[in-house]
C-alpha cells in the first residue's frame, strides 16, 4: 500500500496518483508474470523429482529431453500435417456443432412442452461412452476424416445447445411486455432484446465447445486413424519413445490453446458491451 512519504516532498495528490499508476503497472504485469513463473516452478519441480527418485526415461523424461523432443517435432514436416489434419477435423466439427446447437437450443428454449420431451433423449445420447461409438463410426465411415468430424461435432454439440437454450430462456416476460408497449416489431426484438441476450450463452458454449471438439478429436485418431497428431500419440507410445509422447501432448495443449483464444477473441469483438468482457478488461488495465 503506498503512503505519502515526508521525505519525498510530494503532495498526497501527486503521491496517490504515482501510487495508482504502480498499482495499474502491478495488475498489467502480474497475469503476464504469473503464468511463466508458475510453468518454471512446475518444470523445475518435474525435472527435481526425475533426479530425486532417479526415474527412468522410459517412465517420465526430464524436462529438457522432452524440449529436445519437441524441437524436432516442430522441425519437421510431417509434424504439421499431422497437426493440420487435427485442426481441419477439430474445426468442421465444431462447426457442425455450433449449427446445430444453436438451431436445437433456440427451438428447445422457445417450445417448453418439446424441450420436456426430448430431454430423456439427449441425456441419454450424451451418457453413452463415446469411445464406444468409434468403432461404427470407422464401419459407417471409414478410417478418414469423417468419422472424427462427427466425433468431434457429437461431443461439442451439448454444451453449445444447452447454453443457446438458457440464453433463450434468460429472456424476462417483462422485458417482452416493454417491447411490445413500444410496438416494436419482430425483428427489433429479436435483435435488441433476443439476440443481446443470447449472445454471452452462445460464447459460453463456444469455449467449452471448442475445447470438446478437439478432444473427440483426438480420441478418434487415438483409437482409428492414420494421421493427426492423435496418431502420432500412438506411434510414439507404440516405439516407447517417453519423450516424443510428452512433446506430442504439449503440442495438442497448444494447439487447444489457440482454438480456444480465437473463440475468446471473437467473444471480445462480438461483445465487448457484456460484463464477462469488460470485466476483464478492468483487470487488465
Known sequence: ????????????????????????????????????LILVVFFLAWDLFVRVYDISELVLPRPMTVLGSLTELVQDQQTWEHAQVTATETIGGFLIALASGVAVGVLLGKVPWLERSLRPLIVASQVVPKVALIPLFVIWFGFGMTSKVIMSAMLAFFPIMLNVQLGVRSVESGQRDVMRSLNASRWHTFRHLDLKSTMPYVFAGMEVGIVFAIIGTIVGEYLGGSEGLGYLVVRTLNELDAPALFAVIILLSALGLALYFVVHGMKRFVIP?????YSQQDVNR
Open 1 to 36: 500500500m503506498c503512503r505519502p512519504s515526508r521525505s519525498s516532498g510530494c503532495s498526497s495528490a501527486s503521491c496517490a496518483t504515482r501510487c495508482t499508476r504502480r498499482n495499474d503497472v502491478s495488475r498489467k504485469l502480474l497475469p503476464w508474470l504469473a503464468t511463466p
Open 273 to 277: 458491451w457484456h460484463e464477462s468482457v
